[in-house]
């Protein structure tokens, strides 16, 4: 449903992405992994149009969408969890999950999934009130996967919903993603989190300074013995 | 100084206040947005008294007529500007912007020397603004008497907006993190240019109310008023709204007290002194947050 072409970024005279091609299927999770500065966030925000883009092409169920504006990728269904949170410290969670659903107009939908979001994460119920800023890290990063989740992803992408995270948050968020993709969304997941990752990921992706290196089923990788040693510390 | 001569500065001090915070809050909007000064809001302020002029004394539209036409003309005014010499510097270095900002402010103010001679205009009487009211002992015009009123009025009105509405939720996103809220699916220009539209519908009925008891307008008039409610946006905690508009009715009632003491030409001074003091004690204003580089 998504796939990347030969992809091109600089940011001044760096060289961020030196043709990074994927590709997304539905249904599936897949995980791009790889060391800090190898152009993961950067992947991403090519893909929304959040950085120019120097060459090479994406295309989101069969549309070019290169051009695109971020407005219209977010309107078709390819939602980002920026990395680090970013929710919108000053607004209240409830403000901060309205403003997911920023494009849509179905407010009878909208509803259904507030209610739903609130569902998979009850501690944000419990502080819709709350101002974003005064959440606990891990609360944040729940409310930056709520927010993305009310835009009716068909295709969503984390960029590191781990980070900072204690383990046992950690494994509620990856729960919690395993539960969205059962739920028909398909996942492109970036993470430091090597090995838990893989192992909900049906495909992975690693990258190394602005290229793919490897790329595997999440089995294959791993049991590769370069990313064993590189990124799961074996 | 009698109660009644007391009452009367009071409200001739909140009166003027009023103006000087319905032109504030343009200021602190467009700075919470794009973290832009935006030099030409007090000339914008300028060129909206000269629609006036156009419109009643050269058309001969009557006044409630031109009223709209001033605010729709400013509106646009400020618009053009954005979209020509703010929009194209978006990911230009803060400071560029912030040049472009003055190089527009001289341009409105040559632009109007060169249309309307620099010559003072006499900006035309509204008639029901300039009746005399009384209330006991005290008198004043309506224009005075009212001008308070709208600013409340027109400050409920936009904190609704702010508080309440999806274009005002997407504000405050994007005066926080334009990244973000471009994810969010918010077009970023499309919030822009509504702060802008707010900004000047403001400058422009600020303008009809300031105009109106004064006698002339000339190319420079927009400056001195400019800076000062700059300095009451500053006053209030830049990008704070209520700052602003607290700003403006303080600068208004001191201006006044100053002038009514028999110090009228220190009343200006003052300004800059409490500007000098806040960047010295509190840089961040009454309701200011701290500053944070905006990534
Ligand atoms: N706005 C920017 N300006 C200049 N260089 C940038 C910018 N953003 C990223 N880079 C550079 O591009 C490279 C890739 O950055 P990117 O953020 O994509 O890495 P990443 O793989 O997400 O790393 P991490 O795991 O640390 O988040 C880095 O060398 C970084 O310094
Ligand atoms: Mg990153």
Request: net charge positive; aromatic share 10%; charged share 15%.
């Amino acid at each position: 449903m998504l796939e990347i072409k030969d992809l091109h970024v600089h940011y001044g005279g760096i060289h961020a992405l030196r043709g990074i091609s994927l590709s997304v299927e539905y249904g599936k999770i897949i995980s791009l992994i790889g060391a800090n500065g190898a152009g993961k966030s950067t992947t991403l925000k090519a893909i929304m149009g959040l950085v120019p883009k120097t060459s090479g092409s994406v295309f989101y169920d069969g549309k070019d969408i290169s051009a695109n504006n971020t407005k219209d990728i977010v309107k078709g269904g390819l939602i980002l969890t920026p990395e680090g949170r970013r929710v919108f410290p000053d607004l209240t969670v409830d403000e901060n999950i309205a403003l997911g659903a920023y494009t849509r107009k179905d407010k009878a939908e909208i509803a259904r999934d507030r209610k739903w979001v609130f569902e998979l994460f009850p501690r944000l119920e419990e502080r819709k009130w709350q101002a974003a800023g005064t959440l606990s890290g891990g609360e944040q990063q729940m409310l930056a996967v709520a927010r993305s989740l009310m835009g009716r992803p068909k295709l969503l992408m984390m960029d590191e919903p781990s980070l900072g995270l204690a383990p046992l948050i950690v494994k509620n968020i990856f729960s919690i993603i395993k539960e969205i993709n059962k739920a028909g969304v398909n996942v492109l997941l970036i993470e430091q989190n090597a090995k838990a990752a893989l192992e909900i990921s049906d495909y992975g992706y690693v990258m190394e300074t602005g290229v793919i290196t490897i790329s595997g089923t999440g089995k294959d990788l791993l049991v590769n013995d370069q990313i064993r040693k590189a990124y799961l510390g074996e | 100084m009698t109660t009644t001569a007391f009452l009367q500065y009071c409200l001739a001090g909140i009166s003027i206040g009023g103006i000087y915070a319905l032109i504030a809050i343009g200021y602190t909007m467009v700075y919470g947005i794009l973290r832009l000064i935006n030099f030409a809001h007090g000339d914008i302020f300028m060129m909206a008294a000269y629609f006036m002029i156009f419109a009643m004394v050269d058309f001969m539209i009557p006044w409630y007529i031109s009223a709209s036409i001033v605010i729709i003309s400013t509106i646009l005014l400020g618009l053009l500007i954005e979209k020509l010499a703010y929009s194209p510097l978006r990911s230009s270095p803060r400071m560029s912007i912030m040049i472009s900002a003055i190089g527009v402010s001289f341009l409105l103010q040559n632009l109007a020397t060169y249309l309307f001679s620099a010559l003072p205009k006499q900006y035309p009487a509204i008639p029901v603004l300039n009746k005399t009211l009384t209330f006991g002992e005290v008198s004043t015009s309506v224009v005075t008497f009212i001008t308070p009123i709208i600013t409340i009025g027109a400050l409920i009105i936009l904190m609704a907006i702010i508080k309440k509405t999806k274009i005002g939720m997407a504000m405050r996103a994007v005066s926080k993190d334009f990244q973000t809220a471009k994810l969010m699916g918010i077009e970023i220009n499309t919030v822009i240019s509504v702060t802008f539209i707010i900004g000047c519908f403001l400058a422009a009925l600020g303008s009809m109310l300031y105009f109106t008891p004064r006698p002339s307008v000339f190319p420079l008039a927009g400056s001195l008023p400019g800076l000062k409610c700059f300095v009451a946006a500053v006053f209030g905690g830049i990008g704070s709204i209520p700052g602003a508009v607290l700003g403006g009715f303080l600068i208004g009632l001191c201006e006044t007290f100053i002038k009514a003491a028999g110090y009228s030409e220190f009343s200006d001074v003052f300004t800059f002194i409490l500007l000098i003091a806040v960047l010295m004690f509190r840089p961040t204003g009454l309701f200011g947050e701290t500053l944070a580089e905006k990534v």
